[in-house]
């Protein structure tokens, strides 16, 4: 059972919507990342936080944001959702000693 | 671009087989190399990972090979179960990206009974 949880599983938004998606991360897990799946593709790299800032930022455009709470808890917010923004949504977590991630169920996003 | 390249795309193979997975990697920075399982509808696990500075690391039915001079590193599973059917990624982590996980493209595996 994994220690990531994100909610929800399942959203249907339209085009130009905006989106908030949420992670809890284990008690302990600084660290948090955020990927985007595509259909049959590997996970692609966000953005990450570490202590509630940002530490690391993948190839996505700046309408992808998000925050870290203290509470290890975690938000991806898409504005002007496009067509292209159909994915699963991954959250991974870790601690400062841990170089391994565990990674939550996602929330599966269509954009219509 | 991609940095991480995997093969085979799909791989079907018999109970108590040998599967291999093969992944190669540009950048020499890369200091992390996790393989992930994934079944539908879930996320990526962790399933085994090593460091450079090794070669081989088996734990159970799995073993990583890792060659540092071709840059590239594939994964083995022995005595291959149905129950392990699923989407294996393999991934390598870069220092200088706040250590975002380059994930490739995946292989479906399907043992057949």
């Known amino acids: 059972e994994t220690g990531v949880t994100q909610s929800p599983t399942h959203l249907i938004k339209t085009r130009g919507q905006q989106v908030t998606l949420r992670c809890s991360s284990q008690?302990?897990?600084?660290?948090v990342s955020w990927y985007q799946q595509a259909l049959g593709q590997g996970p692609q790299f966000i953005f990450q936080?570490?202590?509630?800032?940002?530490?690391g930022r993948g190839n996505f455009p700046p309408r992808f944001s998000g925050l870290q709470f203290p509470n290890y808890s975690s938000e991806l917010n898409v504005n002007a959702l496009e067509l292209d923004d159909s994915a699963l949504y991954l959250c991974a977590s870790s601690t400062d000693s841990n170089y391994g991630y565990t990674f939550g169920s996602g929330t599966r996003l269509t954009v219509v | 671009q991609q940095q991480v390249k995997q093969s085979p795309q799909s791989l079907i193979v018999q109970k108590g087989g040998i599967s291999i997975i093969n992944c190669a990697y540009e950048?020499?920075?890369?200091?992390?190399f996790p393989w992930y399982q994934q079944f539908p509808g879930k996320g990526p696990a962790l399933l085994i990972a090593i460091r450079p500075d090794v070669s081989e690391k088996k734990e159970g039915r799995f073993t990583i090979s890792f060659n540092k001079s071709a840059k590239q590193f594939s994964l083995h599973i022995m005595d291959s179960q149905p129950g392990d059917s699923a989407t294996y990624f393999c991934a390598a982590r870069f220092t200088n990206s706040g250590y975002a996980l380059n994930f490739g493209k995946g292989t479906s595996l399907l043992v057949t009974p």
């Open positions: 008690s302990g897990h600084n660290t």
């Open positions: 936080y570490y202590r509630e800032e940002e530490n």
């Open positions: 950048n020499t920075a890369f200091d992390y």
